[in-house]
């Protein structure tokens, strides 16, 4: 599966130069690791945000947020954001800081 190239271009403008950020294809995608957990992806037209399980309900109230399944397993703590609904940066950014922000406080792999 082909990914959005443009989305992952702007993932990637947003999280900058920061050097414990490093990207991984997988989920036929690519995604954005912070110390090698996953904080944002992008698989087809949509975003990948892990939010945490805490706040899974709150991301999941907002426009274009839906649980992650790819194998009919929902997987809490995971959103997928359809690539419209983040059309706009400023609603991206929110995206990507809370996913950053929550892999930022993992420990490293």
Do not use: C
């Amino acid at each position: 599966m082909a990914y959005d190239e443009g989305l992952a271009e702007r993932v990637r403008a947003r999280l900058g130069t920061d050097p414990d950020i490093t990207e991984k294809r997988m989920f036929g995608g690519i995604a954005f690791l912070h110390r090698g957990n996953m904080a944002v992806g992008v698989t087809g037209d949509d975003l990948m945000v892990r939010v945490g399980a805490d706040a899974t309900d709150e991301a999941l109230a907002r426009p274009g947020a839906r649980i992650f399944d790819m194998t009919g397993r929902p997987m809490r703590g995971w959103v997928v954001v359809a690539g419209s609904a983040a059309a706009q940066d400023e609603v991206l950014g929110r995206w990507i800081e809370e996913g950053h922000a929550f892999a930022a406080s993992l420990p490293a792999k």
